[in-house]
């Protein structure tokens, strides 16, 4: 994980999305103990008070929980949370903004369609 400081995201908010991304890759696994926020403070150089404040932003998401007797855990659907919450949101934004794009560039739905198939041919 890592956070940009030039950024005009807030750092909490940097570590909140990085850990949402080591939950989607699966870096992370449901059940499992999560970052202490004195790993995140350390490995990131930030003030472990904001490290909390991104695993809190979590928590309130329902995504982290304190398991008793230990420290956070990932929760169990925080997967399929994370996943349907970027569907709905991440992936709508970028269709919005390629939608917007091609109708400024005269782009036909099929030649977008063939354009994404592209992509999608060469990352597979």
Wanted: a negative charge; zero cysteines; aromatic letters at 4%.
């Amino acid at each position: 994980m890592k956070i940009s400081f030039d950024s005009i995201k807030p750092a909490y908010i940097q570590i909140a999305e990085g850990i949402e991304d080591d939950i989607i890759s699966g870096k992370l696994v449901e059940g499992d103990p999560a970052y202490s926020q004195l790993i995140i403070s350390r490995e990131l150089n930030v003030n472990p008070a904001t490290a909390a404040k991104g695993i809190n932003v979590l928590v309130a998401k329902g995504i982290l929980e304190k398991q008793r007797g230990a420290s956070m855990i990932v929760a169990p659907g925080a997967l399929d949370m994370l996943l349907r919450q970027r569907r709905e949101h991440s992936l709508s934004e970028l269709l919005s903004s390629l939608v917007s794009e091609a109708i400024k560039l005269n782009l036909t739905e099929n030649e977008v369609i063939e354009e994404l198939r592209t992509h999608f041919r060469r990352a597979t």
